[in-house]
């Protein structure tokens, strides 16, 4: 059975989520920064009348904090109040089973333990979030 992925880029890697896990996707919105928080949590925006918690990917997975620019956006997830901030927007990819595989154990600087599996693409890896280790 053929799976579906949405793809976006941070820091140059390119990355996904299965696209039943996405709710909507959208331009950076106004942040309100949350003091004491992790490293990793950007902070909090209203959508229409929502808090939602914005979490930086790249300081996530340990690429550094992204700087916000003209293509960022917000990936909002479907079962949580949560929003991971990306570089850029990519497409949504089909894959065949088959082109998919566990992960290495480090992928480009993100460990393991963060994505779910790869895929083999024409141009290049997809590397497969693993939502609940990125929120854990």
Known sequence: MVQQFV?????????????????????????VPVRRSADYVRGVMNLRGQVVVVLDLGARLGLGPMTIGPGSHNVLLKQEEVAL????????????????????????????????????????????????????
Request: glycine residues 10%.
């Open 7 to 31: 793809t976006f880029r941070v820091d140059g890697r390119l990355l996904g989520l299965a696209i039943d896990q996405v709710r909507e996707i959208n331009r950076v919105l106004d942040i």
């Open 85 to 136: 901030l990306v570089d850029e927007i990519g497409d949504v990819v089909e894959v065949e089973p088959p082109a998919l595989s566990p992960p290495p154990a480090n992928l480009g600087g993100i460990a393991g333990e963060f994505i779910q599996e790869v895929a083999k693409l024409p141009d290049g890896l997809l590397a497969v979030l693993d939502v609940a280790k990125v929120l854990g």
